[in-house]
Each structure stands twice: as structure tokens, then as C-alpha cells.
């Protein structure tokens, strides 16, 4: 018998997935994990000390879809400075009544990053004031920029405050951020020099950050914030100092379990900070409408995001059916 895989690169990925359908897959596969269609293993991590890398395997199934994955995604923090781009990875996609392999998607780590940007989206369609106008963004890589594409899908924000560790990154991250299609017309970018001028006054704050030392501060927030975290995606990371979960009037984790691993509940958790009953829903169960999303204008949420692997299975099934159906990508003999 013969047996072939669909090879897909980057370019030809980017042409296929773009952030509202990647933002609708998402939210369905968050409802599908929180109702007991989806399956998901541990998340697998692996640190290349010498190399300021992290490498990081997901995997997952939508019962009753024709295919599962397995995704491969790395950060070499050193790499800007050798002229790489920080992130790379790969999708692995399979057929799941099989197991065999249906394609390889190359796309050098660009669906976990419109995955995540949609994510984030997800979270704030459903937490964030629908007046919120005024975003702070922690941290100024891709991640950023992704965020706010698919954040701009939900609420038609109108300023935009970014701080960075190095300014020239954050300057360039907001010179690109201007000339962007998917931002908001009109809408004002600007950098800032300390975290705290972005956090405060905003009505969404999104931290996109590998910290391993907490940045942002609760008496920061004002009433009806809500906060994305992002960044911290491994038990050693944290964006937010624990007293932020402490004062938050509602936490949303995307997985529970996962969240007590890692992120900002873990830590929140492991310090005393706030018990685990402390943790509302996970995400899935909001977009469920199993649980209510935003309760009142001045309640604070956060929404801990440290990925889940129906996010890639989501994004890699929207892919794989466009290719096909426009005869995108190459087949190879396996």
C-alpha cells in the first residue's frame, strides 16, 4: 500500500491560516477540551541551558476529527544576535485512525504564534470590557505583534502601550505595529520605558514575556482590567507578581491541571498566595457558556495562557484542509 504525507512550509502555511479562522478553530477547541471532546497529554519540556533554549512538545485529539498532532516549538533567546529568528518549530500531523502520518507542516513556528495571538483573543472576547480602548502589552517580540492582530478582531482598541527590555526593540516592534493592516485605523502605538506605564490606565494588559522574575504589580490595575499572561508557558516563568492573582476577582486558566504546573496560577499557588479554589473555570467551559464570562465592568480577571495542545490540532486541521483544497504543498512517498 501506498503511503504519502503532505509537506507544507511556511510561506504556504501563512497563506492558509489567518487569524479570524484561526481565532474560531481556537475557541472551538477550547469549548471541545472544557466538554470532554478533546484528548491532552502532559506537555513535555526541554531546556538547552547552554543555549538560552526551550524547547517545548504538545500534543492533542479532537474526538471525532480525522486527524491528531504533535507539535514541536523552540526559543533560542541568543538568536537575534546571530541574526536567527528566535523561534522556530514544526507540526506534526497524523492520521488518527492509522497513526500514519498525513503531513509535515514546516511552518518554523509561526501556527503557535497565530495560535497563541488567537488564544489571547479568545480570553479578552469574553472577559474584557466590551468598551476597552486602551491595551498595555509587556514585551515586544512576535508574540506581541500576533496578540494584537487577533486581539483586534474582538475589540476595536485605540492606544496601544508596548514596553520592551531593550527600547530599540520596542521602538521597532512599534514602528511595525504602525504600518500593520490588522491594527485598528487611527489607533495610537507607542513606547514606554518602564512596565508600569504600560500596565496602568489600561483596560487590557497582555505579558509576552520569557521573565523569570515577576513584572507586573497589582496596585497597577485599575478596576475592570483584565489580564492576559502569556509568557510564562514553563514552571520557572512568571510575569505577574502573585499579589495580582491575590486582588483578581475572577482567575481563568486554560487547563486547570496544566496551570497548576506551570504559569502564573502555579506560582500563585505554590507561594500561599491564593488556594487552588481560588481558580474559576478554565476558558473552555466560559466559551462553553457553561460558565458566564466578564460578571461587571469593574470586576479584574486574569486569564493564566500557558497553551494547550488542541490549540495546534485546531490550527493544523484549518491548514491541512485549505491546502488540500487548494492543491497547496507537495506530496511525498513515505
Same mark, same amino acid.
Given at each position: 500500500?501506498? =503511503? *504519502?504525507?503532505?509537506v507544507?512550509?511556511?510561506?504556504e502555511?501563512?497563506?492558509?491560516? +489567518? ?7 481556537v475557541?472551538?477547541?477550547f469549548?471541545? %477540551?472544557?466538554?470532554?471532546? &478533546?484528548?491532552l497529554?502532559?506537555?513535555? *519540556?526541554l531546556?538547552v ?7 517545548? $512538545? ?9 486527524? %491528531?498532532? #504533535?507539535?514541536?516549538?523552540?526559543g533560542? %533567546?541568543d *538568536? ?7 523561534n +522556530?518549530?514544526?507540526?506534526l500531523?497524523? +492520521? ?5 502520518? !498525513? ?5 518554523n ?7 497563541t495571538? /488567537? !488564544? ?16 498595555g ?5 512576535? @508574540?506581541a ?6 486581539? &483586534?478582531l474582538?475589540?476595536?482598541?485605540g492606544?496601544v502601550?508596548? %514596553? ?6 520596542a ?7 504602525l ?11 507607542t ?9 496602568e490606565? /489600561?483596560?487590557?494588559v497582555?505579558?509576552?514575556?520569557p521573565s523569570?522574575?515577576p513584572?507586573?504589580? /497589582? ?5 475592570g482590567?483584565h ?6 508557558d514553563?514552571?520557572d516563568?512568571q510575569?505577574?507578581?502573585?499579589d495580582?492573582?491575590k ?10 491541571a @496544566?496551570?497548576l ?8 499557588v ?15 467551559? $466560559?466559551?462553553a457558556?457553561k =460558565?458566564p ?5 469593574s ?8 497553551g #494547550?495542545?488542541? @490549540? +495546534? ?8 484542509t485549505?491546502?488540500? &483544497?487548494a ?5 511525498i512517498?513515505?
Amino acid at each position: 500500500m501506498v =503511503r *504519502n504525507a503532505l509537506v507544507l512550509r511556511e510561506g504556504e502555511i501563512r497563506g492558509l491560516l +489567518d487569524p479570524a479562522s484561526c481565532l474560531k478553530a481556537v475557541e472551538d477547541a477550547f469549548t471541545a %477540551y472544557a466538554t470532554g471532546g &478533546a484528548s491532552l497529554p502532559a506537555v513535555i *519540556n526541554l531546556d538547552v541551558e547552554e543555549s538560552r533554549g526551550e524547547i517545548h $512538545i504538545k500534543a492533542g485529539h479532537l474526538r471525532g476529527t480525522p486527524h %491528531y498532532a #504533535v507539535k514541536i516549538a523552540s526559543g533560542f %533567546y541568543d *538568536n537575534p544576535e546571530r541574526g536567527l529568528p528566535q523561534n +522556530d518549530g514544526m507540526v506534526l500531523v497524523f +492520521d488518527a485512525k492509522t497513526g500514519a502520518l !498525513a503531513a509535515l507542516l514546516l511552518d518554523n513556528g509561526f501556527i503557535t504564534e497565530q495560535r497563541t495571538g /488567537a !488564544a489571547g483573543a479568545v480570553a479578552a472576547k469574553h472577559l474584557a470590557r466590551r468598551d476597552a480602548r486602551v491595551v498595555g502589552v509587556v514585551g515586544c517580540g512576535s @508574540q506581541a505583534r500576533f496578540q494584537l492582530e487577533s486581539l &483586534a478582531l474582538v475589540r476595536p482598541f485605540g492606544e496601544v502601550r508596548i %514596553y520592551g527590555r531593550r527600547p530599540d526593540r520596542a521602538r521597532a516592534c512599534v514602528d511595525e505595529l504602525l504600518g500593520h493592516p490588522g491594527i485598528p485605523e487611527g489607533c495610537r502605538v507607542t513606547a514606554v520605558p518602564e512596565v508600569r506605564q504600560a500596565v496602568e490606565g /489600561a483596560d487590557i494588559v497582555v505579558t509576552v514575556t520569557p521573565s523569570r522574575e515577576p513584572l507586573v504589580r /497589582a496596585e497597577w490595575l485599575a478596576p475592570g482590567t483584565h489580564v492576559t499572561a502569556v509568557g510564562s508557558d514553563g514552571p520557572d516563568k512568571q510575569e505577574l507578581h502573585t499579589d495580582v492573582l491575590k486582588r483578581a476577582d475572577r482567575i481563568v486558566a486554560d487547563s486547570r491541571a @496544566q496551570c497548576l504546573r506551570l504559569g502564573e496560577i502555579h506560582h500563585a499557588v505554590a507561594s500561599g498566595a491564593i488556594s487552588e479554589s481560588r481558580i474559576d473555570c478554565e476558558l473552555g467551559e $466560559i466559551t462553553a457558556g457553561k =460558565r458566564p464570562g466578564r460578571r461587571s465592568d469593574s470586576e479584574i480577571t486574569v486569564c493564566d495562557l500557558t497553551g #494547550v495542545g488542541v @490549540q +495546534d490540532v485546531a490550527a493544523a486541521a484549518v491548514v491541512l484542509t485549505r491546502a488540500r &483544497a487548494a492543491g497547496a504543498g507537495q506530496t511525498i512517498g513515505l
